[in-house]
């Protein structure tokens, strides 16, 4: 069960208390704000500190070292 519109505009980030939008991939909340991944059970969102998970970057955002080759 997805999260409601009206639910998002209520709710805020626990950490920085930033707009929380539906992961793209579902199944959680997420704070760009601060990087935080928050899991949705049951159409439940777990906005508990003990449940985020920190974003990973994605694979293209990884930075190079520098002076490194890049394929």
Known sequence: MPVTEDLLNIIACPACKGRLEPDPGG????????????????????????????????????????GAKTP
């Open 27 to 66: 199944g959680a909340l997420i704070c760009a704000a601060c990087s935080l991944r928050f899991p949705v059970r049951d159409g439940i969102p777990l906005l508990v500190a003990d449940q985020a998970q920190p974003l990973e970057p994605p694979p293209e955002c990884v930075p190079v070292e520098k």
